[in-house]
């Protein structure tokens, strides 16, 4: 079982940065990959990043990758997001979602199936 509860959204300057957090309450016997999605109005939701707990192996959307960075603390108990330069097409809400995962490579999906445990989520609003 896991828990995961997000914070850091809000109001966001065109042009400005976001840093989320995810806490995540887990077994710490099991690995785990924690992810990054969003769901944009209108939009279906869409994977971010991933980061495998087990030595932080990331993964991410290639058409944001540079913009977007995901990490985690030595723990493995909160998964960080950080955003540049944003845009009003990155006004979202932001969820953390994680599954059980073997090894690294498992951890190399966006797909939103693939994940069984999610956040509430985080409101982000880009605007001028």
């Known amino acids: 079982q896991v ?3 997000e914070s850091g959204g809000g109001s966001v300057q065109t042009g ?5 957090s995810c806490e995540a309450s887990r077994n710490h016997d099991n690995d785990h990959c924690l992810g990054w999605f969003r769901q944009r109005p209108g939009k279906e939701r869409e994977g ?3 980061i495998f707990t087990r030595g932080g192996v990331t993964y991410y959307l290639d058409s944001l990758k540079g913009r977007f960075t995901i990490s985690q603390d030595s723990a493995g108990n ?3 997001l950080n955003g540049d330069r944003l845009t009003s097409d990155d006004t979202a809400m932001y969820y953390c979602a994680a599954f059980e995962a073997e090894y690294w490579y498992n951890c190399r999906t966006l797909r939103k199936d693939d994940y069984n445990y999610w956040g509430q989520g985080t409101l982000v609003s880009v605007s001028s």
Request: glycine share 8%; proline share 0%; charged share 5%.
């Open 3 to 5: 828990q995961l509860a």
């Open 16 to 20: 400005g940065s976001l840093r989320l």
């Open 48 to 50: 971010v990043a991933s």
């Open 78 to 80: 909160t998964v960080y």
